[in-house]
Each structure stands twice: as C-alpha cells, then as structure tokens.
C-alpha cells in the first residue's frame, strides 16, 4: 500500500504566525483529507482535496498529485490551532484512507 | 443531523471479557469503517462495511469482529479483550468509495 509521510513531526509557533504543513505520498493517490485533531481528540474535517488548491478562513491547502504532496497553509495562528494535523489519503484500496503520523501544533500566547 | 456517534466514550475491560462499540450514522451513508488510533501513530482499518450484510477486513483485523444489518449501524465487537487492544476507536462514513470521510467522537478503551 502507499506510505504517507508528515513533516515536520512537532512545530511550536507564537500566536500570529504563518506555518506550512507538508504531507508526502509514495504513489498516486486519488484523493487526499486533511484532519485536525484538537484537544479532546475529535477530528474535524478540513479538506478533501484530490488537486488543485481551497481556502478555508485562515487555512488553505494544495494538493499536486503528479509530484505526491499536498501542503496546508495556516495563517494568522490561534492558540485554538494547536491539536495534531493529518493527512490521510486513499491509494490502491477505495475504502481505506492511509494516515501520515501527524504534525503536532502547539500555538503560543 | 447527528453525523456520526459512538457510544461509549469510556470503557476499561479486564482481559478476556467481550464487549461491542456502536457507532450509528445519520447521513445515510453506504460505506462504514473502524480504525484504531495509536500513540504517536495515525489511524489504521480495522474492518470496514459498502453496505448493509457486506463486510470486510482491513489492516488490523485480528481480534475484532463486525456485522452491518442496517445502513445506519455498523457495531464493533470485542471477542476475548486484550491489553494490545488498548487504544482509542473511530468510526467512520462517507458516501461513495474514495468519498470525503466523516469521523465519530470516538471511544478511549482501556484493556488491563
């Protein structure tokens, strides 16, 4: 199956700043998700982005499936940001999301 | 519209005992699936259902069991419980194969 690969593993930013979250995968993929779990272990839904580029607030994501990464933008940080991102992807199987280890997001005041 | 919901949030289970996780969808998707979250580590499939009576494994099957009667519901069942089962559980859905998933709250198992 694909292997997805997160980077960086930790980042600790002061609240207002910008970070770019990088998400790699070994094959072609035909859809990628972007997850936010907070605090409370919950996972939100933040995109779901086989190409191309959305925005969301102060998030945005792009997808290049041709060179297997998809890189999510967060500006502007909020101490609410912090939490651990996922990216997950379905590659091979079309029921089976393969998920990264995560990026862990510690935003301080 | 409740999306996903798991019940319970909490259990601790001594080894050997049974029990099964529920998870019930309101968005009356076909596809339904498990996974298991680890420390340090994403989510992995344990079992996952494309619609009422059909079922199938995923990565990590060994020691779960499932059945899909309705549309809405897709149980997980403990049947003998052990320590390395310890995690915490999600449930899944989505609409189509490939389709944007949608996650429960999920249930933090203790197994000791």
């Known amino acids: 199956g694909i292997q997805v690969e997160q980077s960086p593993p930790d980042l600790i930013l002061q609240e207002g700043a910008n970070s770019t979250l990088r998400c790699n995968f070994s094959?072609?993929?035909?859809?990628l998700q972007w997850f936010h779990q907070n605090p409370w272990g919950q996972l939100i839904n933040l995109f779901y982005?086989?190409?191309g580029t959305k925005q969301n607030g102060r998030l945005s994501a792009t997808t290049v499936a041709t060179e297997r990464y998809s890189l999510l933008y967060i500006s502007s940080s909020q101490t609410t940001d912090s939490g651990v991102y996922f990216c997950?992807?379905?590659?091979?199987?079309?029921?089976?999301?393969?998920f990264g280890k995560g990026t862990l997001l510690t935003v301080n005041p | 519209n409740a999306g996903v919901t798991q019940t319970p949030k909490f259990q601790v289970l001594k080894t050997g005992q049974s029990m099964t996780l529920q998870c019930a969808q309101d968005m009356n998707h076909e596809y339904m699936s498990w996974y298991r979250q680890d420390p340090g580590m994403g989510l992995r499939l344990i079992h996952y259902?494309?619609?009422?009576?059909?079922?199938d494994q995923g990565e990590v099957p060994n020691g779960y069991n499932v059945s899909r009667s309705t549309t809405e519901d897709f149980p997980l069942r403990l049947l003998s419980a052990a320590p390395s089962q310890t995690s915490v559980y999600f449930c899944a859905s989505t609409r189509a194969p490939e389709g944007e998933q949608f996650f429960g709250p999920g249930t933090r198992l203790t197994v000791l």
């Open positions: 997950a992807a379905y590659g091979g199987s079309n029921y089976k999301l393969t």
């Open positions: 982005i086989p190409s």
């Open positions: 259902s494309v619609g009422a009576g059909i079922t």
């Open positions: 094959d072609s993929v035909n859809n």
